[in-house]
């Protein structure tokens, strides 16, 4: 079988399909991972074929938010939902269809690269609607794999039960101009896939009528050469803080208020190690570095929170599978892009850590719920039983099957 992943260009979206292509690959199929030109790089350092896509001027701002740290405040809360209400859906849902428009432009090169390798299957980025597209154009089956809750599948729920024929489906002006080009018909995979691989917990999956198929999410973070300190077992309880590898998270400090050099001052008055993997910009606003903190550019969570005692990050779907799966209590305060607020609320309802929120976040509230963290056994209990509820999902290896099988079913 060929597979072929469709990824939008960021780090974080790259890093959740790794373990499933892996998967794949060592099942003995094919696999190939299409992205932007230039984030290849993303793609071959986990060791899986790459397949550049399309010019670099298509996408290149959200390229550049992996590594530009001057970008943040372009970056907003406007996409995060909150189903409860969500009285601005609309305004949601023209924000989102026209950030989809995006990747439209990549339709001709998708379809033509799909024309000459193949594909049984493609896999695409919930951002990647093109893919569909060049899917139903070559006769390979295709699906979604998400990287967070399906606030598109919610919107687009929404929209067909509000429309009353006034105003027009932003959809058309999404769809349009690739299925025209085409000669095809609008259907709803198209836009949501025949089914969608959610390796998010069950619990956190809104109710939709879509099909979603549960996979297990293997924390995959990156390589590098692990320093020898975390292979050494830490004299003192070790505290990991670490705002994500890009986007909202490295706001938090701003948006609460409180410095980060205050925050170490903070957790270095406490009897525990500080490891905080941050971006050098914000590293070097520190001047004073306590005997028992730690400051790191990057080290892969999956290579330092196997020997932690807590995690302070901010509710990014990678961080917070990564201390699941490590089994380490949390505290999360989250900075609203996608379902962090969601996923923060999910972690403490199952005792396995503390929300703080920005307007709450305080150098004393900080050391008194990672005191509470280090100090109470129930916090730890709850890390192990969230990570065996997570663990009930099918993993990568286990999943192949039921990709082979959905593909035959699905292909013309």
């Known amino acids: 079988m060929r597979v072929l992943f469709t990824v939008f260009p960021a780090t974080a979206h790259v890093h959740p399909i790794v373990p499933l292509a892996w998967a794949l690959q060592n099942a003995g199929h094919e696999v190939r991972v299409a992205i932007h030109p230039d984030t290849v790089h993303l793609v071959t350092e986990a060791g899986l074929p790459a397949v550049p896509l399309g ?40 924000g989102l269809t026209g950030m989809l428009r995006m990747f439209t432009p990549m339709v001709d090169d998708l379809v033509a690269f799909c024309r000459g390798w193949r594909p ?21 089956a295709h699906a979604r794999f998400l990287w967070g809750q ?68 293997v924390p995959y973070n990156g390589s590098a050469v692990a320093p020898a300190w975390v292979h050494e077992r830490p004299e003192r309880p070790r505290v990991l803080l670490t705002l994500g590898i890009g986007g909202r998270g490295r706001q938090l400090f701003k948006a609460a208020g409180v410095s980060f050099p205050e925050v170490v001052d903070a957790l270095a008055g406490l009897d525990v ?25 990057y080290v892969p969570l999956a290579q330092i929170l196997p020997s932690c005692s807590a995690i302070i990050h901010h509710g990014g779907g990678g961080t917070f599978a990564a201390a699941t799966a490590a089994a380490v209590p949390q505290l999360i305060v989250p900075m609203p892009c996608w379902s962090e607020a969601t ?65 035959a079913e699905h292909r013309p």
């Open 273 to 297: 190690e500080v490891v905080a993997t941050l971006h050098r910009a914000m590293l070097e606003t520190v001047t004073r570095v306590p005997d028992n903190v730690r400051l790191t550019e």
């Open 55 to 94: 010019s670099r001027e298509v996408l290149a701002d959200a390229v550049k938010w992996n590594d530009n740290f001057e970008m943040l405040d372009s970056l907003s809360d406007a996409l995060s939902l909150d189903t409860g209400d969500a009285p601005q859906w609309e305004r949601q849902w023209q």
């Open 120 to 140: 049984d299957l493609v896999v695409w980025d919930p951002f990647c609607v093109a893919a569909g597209v060049a899917a139903r154009v070559t006769g390979a």
């Open 150 to 217: 399906d606030n598109i599948g919610w919107l687009r729920g929404r929209s067909l039960e509000r429309q009353d024929g006034a105003s027009g489906d932003p959809v058309d002006a999404l769809m349009a101009p690739m299925l025209e080009r085409y000669g095809l018909p609008y259907s709803e995979d198209l836009l949501l896939g025949q089914w969608t691989i959610d390796p998010m917990p069950q619990a956190l999956r809104l109710p939709l009528p879509q099909r979603y198929e549960p996979i297990r999410r």
């Open 343 to 407: 996923t923060a609320r999910f972690m403490a309802d199952r005792g396995a850590g503390l929300v703080v929120t920005t307007e709450e976040f305080d150098t004393e509230l900080l050391r008194k719920q990672i005191t509470r963290l280090l100090d109470e056994p129930s916090f730890g209990e709850g890390a192990r039983a969230l990570r065996a509820e997570i663990n009930q999902a099918p993993g990568p290896a286990e999943f192949v099957s039921v990709l082979e099988a959905l593909t």
